[in-house]
């Protein structure tokens, strides 16, 4: 009796403690920093890059990849990368009709690349895993700006590393100017009431020093518990017009937002990954996975505070996959302080800028993509293996879907998308402009449509990956060429063809 009571209580304690434990890891799993961030230090806007124009009239920026440290007030001078600094990258802009020149020279001590997110451009400039970059040396890709006004970025793509490049601190804002959007009563004045956002996350050590670890559960990647934006920690933004134009970008490795307000107002979404949409969208809320943009127009009144806010991201999501991938954590992001007189602004356009809808009965060819673990169609990224090659100026019609209960995302180079359906399902508002990026949280599946205009190369491919910076290191991730009518594709610089 007495032993068996003893087995008993055993048996119980354990359970105590299993139960302990995993309500220990549970609670431990959630991030909440709203109404706990001090808003102290004022948002730095990185500057615009210096340009010229060469005597071949192109637009000439240079951009250096360097090591260097930053204080973010964490308890030490973070080691950090940055391009012509200490932490991320100027803002390059350019204009619609334009060539460019980027001279990037690699001061890191290690190879890296610098991949132009959202850029249509030849597949030899592209800035993916083949162009890599050697320690000292540099890159000048070139290529003639032509697609919508948009908010892309750059940041570096070396297979396994971009992780880890990223974090580091490598990352920058490119904008992309065209007439049509000239033309409307928009907020442009950047720095003033054109503000870029990079939101991103980190862990800092004991040292003050990002810490790289990715938990015990990190199938997902590095989930900090603070943010930067722009590498400001705790924020605030001086506004001293009635509307500011927010250029969000989720430069986080791992991490999707729902940005919304803390009084829940609406904002006018104006911009998707790729451009303008056509008519603004009234909501409270964006949600944003990791590479994607969106740009905001927000009205504040004179002399108030409100805070931009995170709200829990994982709607769709089963409650424990939600819970380990951060979709049940919640951040204040940034503090408008409106000043007592504001300049007038004008009402968002009614509006914006005619978008051509890709007709699916024009499509050529259609593609499936099944995202599951680490793969993409059951086989992780082989830089000597193409999986496809495309027919320039071709439309095409890709599914893609998911089944595991970790959430993805597809990003495809050279060509901005449209998403034709989710689930069976017209997309949402905030998803029917041009796209690059596109988050799968549940098991369903997304079809979209693009036309790869252009840029034929048999022999030099484009990605196509998660964008979950951790899965595409991991090799989820697969390359396509572009090829004239009736050419054959070649292979990649180092490797073979396939398929
Ligand atoms: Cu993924």
């Not at 959202?118 to 000048?140: E, K, N, V, Y």
Request: with cysteine; proline share 7%; charged share 20%.
């Amino acid at each position: 009796m007495t032993a068996l009571v003893g087995v008993l209580s055993g048996v119980l304690l354990l359970c105590g403690v299993g139960t302990g434990l995993a309500t220990w890891t549970w609670t431990r799993y959630v991030v909440d920093t709203t109404g706990e961030v001090s808003f102290v230090n004022r948002l730095a806007i990185p500057p615009l890059a210096e340009s010229r124009i060469d005597a071949r009239g192109r637009r000439v920026f240079d951009l250096r990849a360097q090591s260097g440290h930053r204080d973010f007030g964490q308890g030490g001078s973070t080691l950090t990368w940055g391009y012509n600094g200490d932490y991320l990258g100027p803002t390059l802009r350019a204009k619609r009709g334009e060539e460019v020149v980027v001279n990037v020279v690699n001061g890191v001590g290690e190879p890296t690349t610098v991949h132009w997110h959202g850029m249509h451009l030849p597949a030899a400039m592209d800035g993916g895993p083949h162009q890599m970059i050697r320690p000292g040396a540099t890159w000048s890709p070139h290529w003639r700006v032509d697609q919508p006004a948009a908010t892309l970025w750059y940041h570096p793509h070396l297979h396994g590393q971009t992780e880890q490049h990223v974090y580091r601190g490598l990352a920058g804002m490119f904008i992309l100017d065209d007439d049509a959007s000239a033309g409307l009563a928009l907020p442009r004045r950047y720095g003033v009431d054109d503000i870029p956002l990079i939101v991103q996350d980190r862990n800092f050590d004991s040292d003050g020093q990002f810490d790289h670890g990715r938990g015990l559960l990190g199938g997902i990647g590095i989930l900090g518990d603070t943010l930067l934006v722009n590498g400001t920690v705790g924020p605030y933004l001086d506004v001293r017009t009635e509307r500011v134009r927010l250029r969000l970008l989720n430069g986080s490795t791992a991490r999707t937002y729902d940005f919304g307000f803390a009084d829940n107002r609406d904002f006018a979404l104006i911009g998707t990954d790729g451009g303008l949409l056509e008519v603004p969208y009234q909501t409270p809320r964006i949600q944003l996975s990791p590479g994607e943009r969106a740009e905001i127009v927000v009205t504040v009144r004179p002399g108030e505070r409100t805070v931009l806010r995170s709200y829990p991201p994982g709607r769709d999501m089963d409650f424990v996959s939600r819970r380990i991938t951060g979709g049940d954590d919640a951040f204040d992001v940034l503090e408008l302080r409106a000043a007592e007189t504001l300049q007038p602004a004008p009402e968002v356009p009614a509006r914006l800028v005619p978008v051509e809808r890709l007709d699916p009965a024009s499509a050529a060819q259609a593609r499936t993509f099944h995202l599951a673990g680490h793969h993409i169609n059951g086989r992780r990224m082989d830089p000597g293996q193409l999986d496809f090659a495309v027919t320039r100026d071709t439309t095409e019609i890709w599914e893609i879907t998911k089944e595991d209960g970790t959430p993805h995302s597809f990003h495809v180079h050279d060509a901005q998308f449209q998403i034709l359906s989710i689930a069976g399902r017209e997309p949402p508002p905030e998803l029917r402009g041009w796209k690059d990026t596109i988050l799968l949280e549940a098991k369903q599946e997304i079809r979209i449509i693009a036309r790869f205009a252009d840029y034929a190369d048999p022999n030099m491919p484009y990605m196509y990956h998660c964008h979950l910076l951790y899965h595409e290191d991991q090799g989820m991730m697969g390359q396509f060429v572009v090829v004239e009518p009736g050419q054959r594709p070649g292979g990649p610089p180092t490797g073979h063809t396939h398929g």
